[in-house]
Structures are given as C-alpha cells and as structure tokens.
C-alpha cells in the first residue's frame, strides 16, 4: 500500500522560511517523480513543484521560481519542500504527490496523493 505523509505545515508570518516533508512509503521512491500541489480555500488544486526521479529536472509554478524550492533524498524515500519570504497568499493545504511520468503529474493526474498538511501565513 502506498503512503504518502506529509508534515512541516503550520501557522507562520509573512517572510518566514518553512520546510514540507513528505515520506513515502509502498513504492520504489526512486522511480516515481515527486510533486507538491496546493490548495488555497475557495479554489482549485494547483500544481507547485515536481522533481524527477533522479532529480535532474525539476518544475515549478512561475510565480513560485525563486522563493520555493522541491528536492528529494531518495536513500530516504523523502521529498522537501523548501519556503522561503512566505506569503499570505502562500497559505493553503499542501499536498504530496508521486508519478512514474513527470508529465502526468503536473497535470495534475498523479497515480498517488498524500492527506495533505496546512500551511498558514499570517500578515
């Protein structure tokens, strides 16, 4: 059975750092791309970052490119993601996801998601 857990989230201030993790377990770490999708209340799911299997591409979110940062330890079945000068805007439920392919994943079709951990950002 595959998990994915993600932890890290919680009430922070507007410029913070914050770091997400996600642990995965079930699967071959190393196969799949790891992603993080958010979801602000009141809108959709939307794709943050993604990091290939063997982390020599990685995506982000335009407006994201500079602040956020995803990287993977695959001896550790862990993927991050790194926040830095959060936004109130930032705050949101965010969400791990794993894909064999890259591109199915930033379309938001992973084979598997996490529950989600809350990230709040207080101005």
């Known amino acids: 059975q595959v998990q994915l857990v993600e932890s890290g989230g919680g009430l922070v201030q507007a410029g913070d750092s914050l770091r997400l993790s996600c642990a995965a377990s079930?699967?071959?770490?190393?196969?799949?791309?790891m992603g993080w999708f958010r979801q602000a209340p009141g809108k959709e799911r939307e794709f943050v970052a993604a990091?290939?299997?063997?982390?020599?591409?990685?995506y982000y979110l335009d407006p994201l490119k500079g602040r956020f940062t995803i990287s993977r330890d695959n001896a550790k079945n862990l993927v991050y993601l790194q926040m830095n000068s959060v936004k109130p805007e930032d705050t949101a439920v965010y969400y791990c996801?794993?894909?064999?392919?890259?591109?199915?994943?930033?379309?938001?079709?992973?084979?598997?998601w996490g529950q989600g951990t809350q990230v709040t950002v207080s101005s």
């Open positions: 996801a794993a894909d064999p392919t890259s591109l199915r994943l930033r379309r938001g079709v992973p084979a598997y």
């Open positions: 990091m290939t299997q063997s982390g020599l591409s990685t």
């Open positions: 079930g699967l071959t770490f190393g196969s799949y791309t």
